[in-house]
């Protein structure tokens, strides 16, 4: 069993995040070949172990005028009382607005990013709030974007984008600051690879300049675990311990297409680095049931 619930759904692309007491996960809904899926659902937890379905939040067929495929890998954040989902259709990055984190969520009416309008692909949006309140939006595969969001979240500032390069990236470009370090991982390789995998690099602003740390998450094949990769990363509310938030193949016979999510512990060490990450063999369970420790 793995991040699927007992009708057998598999998910991809976690977007973890922390509300009201509550976690959430908003991931792409996988399990269809060439990742066609047309809605996002949302999934929540008090401990990140146990997880509900609280369902559908957003379709593109029915909710959203500008695109109507390719419902991929979406962000959220709350600012401003509301709650802003961020999410990836026909290779444009679009926002949709609601009251409440399980939505429902409206549509904003056109892309935030439209297709061809930076370099590399307008794919895999993520939101990094800074300390000072600021928010950034960070998308792209092949080249990186980093960009600061206006005030209302609706867009971006487009003179303060800056685009990022480096031999490895593919995608799934992330933002978090711990005191006064600046961290960047992405995703190397491709999602269908099992050597795809995150990397990480350390800056002193959100548009860094980056010095690359090497790989922070990467498979196991002896355990078949394999293709860990798209990540996000959260800080539990009111303490210094951290997560990283993952998909990779469903064990034991996933693919490319059939992935599910592991939640493991991150630690950032006294130099400031990150420890590696090893993988954890338990993904997170839609179930009632009680669960296998995943946060050891």
Do not use: C
């Not at 009708?7 to 977007?15: I, N």
């Not at 675990?225 to 303490?239: D, E, V, Y």
């Not at 599910?260 to 997170?284: F, M, N, Q, Y």
């Amino acid at each position: 069993m793995g991040s699927r619930d007992r009708a057998g759904r598999f998910y991809a692309d976690p977007a973890l995040a922390a509300f009201g007491g509550r976690y959430y996960l908003y991931p792409t809904t996988d399990g269809a070949e060439d990742w066609s899926s047309t809605t996002f659902r949302v999934l929540s937890s008090a401990d990140l172990r146990e997880w509900v379905d609280e369902g559908q939040i957003l379709d593109l067929v029915s909710d959203v005028a500008w695109a109507d495929r390719f419902a991929w890998a979406p962000a959220v954040a709350e600012k401003n009382g509301l709650y802003y989902f961020y999410f990836t259709a026909a290779d444009n990055i679009g926002v949709a607005v609601s009251m409440s984190p399980v939505g429902p969520f409206i549509d904003s009416g056109g892309p935030i990013i439209a297709s061809g309008a930076f370099p590399g692909r307008a794919i895999d949006p993520s939101v990094f709030t800074d300390d000072d309140g600021a928010s950034y939006l960070v998308w792209g595969n092949s080249v990186a974007n980093v960009a600061r969001l206006s005030h209302d979240m609706l867009s971006i500032e487009e003179p303060s984008v800056v685009s990022w390069s480096h031999p490895t990236f593919r995608e799934a470009a992330h933002l978090h600051r711990r005191g006064d370090t600046y961290y960047l991982s992405w995703s190397e390789n491709d999602t269908r690879d099992p050597s795809y995998r995150v990397r990480w690099a350390r800056g002193a602003s959100p548009f860094g300049p980056w010095e690359d740390h090497g790989v922070l998450v990467e498979q196991r094949p002896d355990e078949g675990i394999l293709a860990t990769g798209h990540h996000s990363i959260l800080r539990l509310p009111g303490t210094d311990d951290w997560v990283i938030a993952y998909h990779r193949f469903a064990v034991p016979d996933g693919d490319g297409f059939h992935r599910e999510i592991v939640i493991d512990p991150l630690r950032h060490l006294p130099s400031g680095d990150l420890e590696p990450v090893t993988p954890g063999r338990s993904a997170i369970l839609l179930t009632s049931d009680a669960l296998p420790e995943t946060l050891d």
